[in-house]
């Protein structure tokens, strides 16, 4: 018989017997055991919160990096040369960084100068400069940009955004130019985005990888 049986059957007695109540040594017991139980199911409760809770915030960093990497891939694709009168065409980067990079997109009837950068508030901007389209086919572009974050929370601690590779997939020389001989160079772009949503929950960075190809060097847009 338990213990909380012996228990029961001695309050029916003590009843039966015209007695109430329980002896100090057994609500002593008592009040131990509920104390112990209590323990054990406050710690239960604490670690499922703080798991719910790491897997919210990795959840959460997850679908931010998943939305500005597929907008990065996506543009940076696009790149293609720009046509100049009488001189040779521009090549689809005209800026790279390990932490920036501009492209000239082809994502409609007219060009779009891009530019991606981490701001000082660790987020991923893109700027947007539209195509004059009177300028055709000597493509020229707004001065003020559009500007949109597409991805927030990324860690001082994080790698290099984007590392620049030749026809043979190895990274150039020059991570950092604006020099036509090293943009001329560059046939793909590995993108390395890493997010930490919320460090306090603990659910830790995020790091989503992909690498474009160029697929319409030399092509310029008309």
Do not use: C
């Amino acid at each position: 018989m338990t213990f909380f049986r012996r228990i029961a059957r001695r309050h029916r007695d003590i009843r039966r017997s015209g007695s109430a109540g329980f002896t100090i040594l057994e609500l002593l017991v008592t009040m131990s055991l509920m104390g112990v139980l209590g323990t054990v199911m406050f710690s239960t409760v604490v670690s499922v919160t703080r798991t719910v809770t790491h897997n919210e915030a990795n959840a959460d960093s997850v679908d931010i990096a998943r939305v500005g990497l597929n907008r990065l891939s996506k543009n940076i694709r696009s790149g293609m040369s720009i046509q100049q009168s009488g001189l040779s065409d521009l090549p689809a980067l005209a800026e790279i960084g390990p932490n920036k990079i501009t492209v000239y997109g082809s994502l409609g009837p007219t060009p779009t100068k891009i530019t991606y950068s981490i701001n000082a508030n660790r987020e991923l901007e893109e700027s947007w400069y539209a195509g004059n389209s009177a300028s055709n086919p000597y493509w020229t572009f707004a001065t003020t940009p559009r500007v949109e974050v597409i991805a927030r929370k990324i860690p001082t601690t994080a790698a290099a955004l984007f590392t620049f590779l030749d026809e043979g997939g190895a990274a150039i020389t020059n991570q950092t130019s604006t020099a036509y001989a090293d943009l001329s160079l560059v046939r793909s772009v590995a993108i390395s985005l890493t997010v930490d949503s919320n460090p306090a929950r603990g659910g830790g960075p995020v790091t989503l990888v992909n690498t474009v190809v160029l697929p319409n060097l030399g092509i310029a847009k008309r």
